[in-house]
């Protein structure tokens, strides 16, 4: 009896060894950028292992986000992809928080610096970029001008049924808040934001966004799956700049 109770444990034993021996299965990050000769071998939406090498060519660019950080890979050459990604906490944190103001002045909203003005939140809808909208909230959305020193109004109207708000930015704002009581925002309708003399601005639908996602490789893969491209975009140019600018 003792025997067979021994020799259990030691087969328990030695199984758990070899699991623990058993290589850790590789992370896969998502390619959130491609720029150059190579872009139709890597294009946005690849999944790669942090241990695979890819090939480059000259002028080659490719951001790919991992759950470990953001990584800037630059032609020509070989590389494997998960060498020094660049860890951007505060960055991913401060572009992704679920933001209460319903108005924000403009020195608050502007991007680092006066010379590029970037969208600061990803649930701003720029007023000038047409698309679908990944969304937490349809109730309380808010919409963002990229800063201009005056005042300006936008009208947003459904298009299915008309319904329509005017939304003004004065001097001091860039981002300002719809009356969901006076238009409603439903999920998949279409809606078209004008500026003044009535030109369009942007053509935008909006999508809810079901769950958190805490690191930027599985909120970019949620991006394109719901077609959010223009958030996915904002997304990789704010964590490619904050790579580049450790490097």
């Known amino acids: 009896m003792f025997s067979a109770r021994l020799t259990r444990a030691l ?20 390619v959130v950028k491609s720029t150059g000769p190579s872009s139709t071998a890597y ?4 999944k790669i292992d942090d241990d695979a090498s890819i090939t480059l060519k000259a002028g080659d660019v490719i ?20 060498d ?7 960055r991913f944190a401060s572009l992704t928080r679920k933001r209460a103001a319903t108005r924000v002045r403009t020195g608050a909203v502007r991007g680092e610096t006066d010379e590029a003005v970037t969208n600061p939140s990803l649930w701003y809808v720029d007023v000038t970029r047409s698309g679908t909208v990944c969304l937490y909230d349809l109730a309380t959305v808010r919409l963002w001008r990229p800063g201009a020193p005056d005042t300006i109004t ?3 109207f459904n298009r299915e049924n008309g319904a329509s708000v005017d939304v003004t930015f ?12 006076r238009l409603p925002i439903v999920e998949g309708a ?8 009535n030109a369009t601005s942007a053509q935008v ?4 966004l079901e769950g958190d996602f805490e690191t930027p490789d599985t909120l970019a893969e949620a991006l394109i799956a719901k077609g959010c491209t223009v958030q996915l975009e904002t997304l990789a140019n704010s964590l490619e700049a904050s790579a580049e600018t450790a490097d």
Do not use: N, W
């Open 43 to 46: 294009p946005v939406g690849t």
């Open 63 to 82: 951001t790919v986000l991992t759950s470990d950080g953001t990584r800037v890979i630059k032609g020509a050459g070989t590389f494997r992809v998960g």
């Open 190 to 197: 279409p809606y078209t934001i004008t500026g003044p003399d």
């Open 205 to 208: 639908s909006f999508v809810l």
């Open 84 to 90: 020094r990604p660049q860890v951007a906490t505060d």
């Open 11 to 30: 087969r328990a034993l030695t199984l758990g060894g070899a699991a623990l021996a058993l290589p850790a299965a590789a992370m896969a990050g998502v």
């Open 154 to 156: 936008y009208r947003m």
């Open 170 to 181: 004065d001097e001091t704002v860039t981002v300002a808040a719809l009356d969901p009581t």
